[in-house]
């Protein structure tokens, strides 16, 4: 149950994580960002946003795209997305969610997977819980991930460069047991910067790091 919940916060994060390749961009130098009011994830269409995964045994490139808008349930949602990985991501008064259509492992599903992954309109402390259900056949089982602001306008070196208005929020899991939460461990701490969106992702067997992006008007 334990790697389950901890698989389902590694594909949270892996769908959180915006881009990555060696093309040429900006490298992180400051542009114009359009006034979208998402200012911690200005997915304007067109733009990129190049990561580098590290971990213990193999170093990931890869770039994700946003390609438009789709409407779920109402609700318009930035595409974005690569060969591998999509997603929608939305915002709406400072509060920054994203959906994934399908999620399967051994077995298990999850439909419409929705997230609340940032809130850039609370204070350092502040926390809140999305609550996932997955099925196996006609066996149910729900989940907690909670995530916490942990620091709030903060500046934060990445690759060598410096971003500002910086919101790191820590993700944790929990699985119910007979009604009650148990905690299953911290997944990942995330850090925002503003007008760039996810700078940096940290886990305990890999880190994710922005290397360049290119953010249309």
Known sequence: MKNFYLYIGAFILAIIIFSCSKEK??????????????????????????YINISNNDTLNYTLTVTGD????????????NDSVFICSGCEDGVYTQ????????????????LTYLKDNVPA???????ITVSNGSISTTGVLEFTVTEKDVSKTVNGKEYENVIAVRMDAFAIVLNNPVPVGTISTSYYSKGVGLIEADQEQDT??????????
């Open 70 to 81: 789709t409407t779920i349930n109402g609700t318009t949602y930035k595409k974005v997305g």
């Open 125 to 131: 402390g502040a926390s809140w819980q999305d609550t």
């Open 208 to 217: 994710t790091k922005i290397v360049s992006y290119t953010i249309n008007p």
């Open 99 to 114: 959906v994934a259509n399908l999620l399967t492992f051994q077995g298990y599903k999850a439909n419409d997977l929705k």
């Open 25 to 50: 961009s900006q490298e992180g130098d400051s542009i114009a960002t359009p006034d979208t009011g998402c200012d911690y994830a200005p997915y304007t269409a067109g733009s990129t946003f190049s």
